[in-house]
């Protein structure tokens, strides 16, 4: 490792703590301190790769906007500090990008690791064409933005990924089969983990099985045109 202050982006499992890299585990190992979206998550993660002793500070939604600066001086200033959220690529839905926009603007040194990611492995786990695809994040709560953003996604012959939660998935796909009850639709759930899952299928059919059978779990839901 070089002895030079950086901030470094480490991607986390994402359900199999099997799924975490070497290179991953040498920054955890080597950095002065990790800021943790939720230190109650990373400290479990850091006690099963054998690290210990390490300063842990919290990185989250409320606070990343005045904590960003703070890490990218102290990157500046010589600490090597590696960023991880609860689990998967830190920026993607999850605190991270503050941080490098902190430290683009002020110089401090930056990198960025390969590695885990919900909507990457869910979109090659598809089936959908992966040569064109829009990750929109969570879906809106209200139903009306909801459709919205799916009409957008389904006319525009790109592949679509959102988190959805478990508890709105079958309102989700009611407005999906009303707005096209061809539209193919997978629902990725708990991936990498024991109970992992693909159901695969056009809206109305998926809609009739989530009906029957209440989702649980971390879902990805994807979405493409006919």
């Known amino acids: 490792m070089e002895t030079e202050g950086r901030i470094i982006l480490v991607p986390t499992p994402i359900g199999n703590l099997g799924d975490i890299t070497l290179r991953a585990i040498e920054v955890l190992k080597s950095a002065d301190r990790i800021a943790c979206e939720d230190t109650r998550r990373t400290a479990p993660l850091l006690a099963h790769l054998g690290i210990s002793g390490k300063t842990l500070v919290s990185l989250h939604?409320?606070?990343e906007a005045?904590?960003?600066p703070e890490l990218a001086e102290a990157a500046r200033n010589g600490e090597?500090?590696?960023l991880?959220?609860?689990?998967g690529m830190p920026g993607v839905s999850d605190p991270g990008?503050?941080?490098?926009?902190a430290c683009i603007e002020s110089g401090a040194p930056l990198e960025v690791l390969?590695?885990?990611?919900?909507v990457i492995t869910a979109l090659i786990g598809s089936g959908f064409p992966?040569?064109?695809f829009r990750f929109g994040g969570f879906l809106p709560v209200k139903s009306g933005k909801r459709k919205s953003a799916l009409e957008a996604v389904l006319s525009s012959g790109e592949t679509g990924?959102?988190?959805?939660?478990p508890h709105r998935l079958v309102s989700t796909l009611e407005i999906l089969a009303e707005i096209d009850p061809s539209a193919r639709v997978c629902v990725a759930r708990e991936l990498s983990k024991k109970f992992e899952t693909y159901h695969r299928g056009n809206a109305a059919d998926i809609l009739t099985h989530f009906q029957t059978h209440p989702p649980k779990g971390e879902i990805v839901l994807l979405v493409h045109g006919k």
């Open 66 to 68: 005045r904590r960003a």
């Open 130 to 132: 992966c040569h064109a």
């Open 161 to 165: 990924i959102f988190f959805e939660s």
């Open 80 to 82: 090597t500090i590696a």
């Open 61 to 63: 939604e409320h606070n």
């Open 114 to 118: 390969p590695g885990p990611s919900a």
């Open 84 to 87: 991880v959220t609860d689990a």
């Open 97 to 101: 990008y503050r941080v490098v926009q």
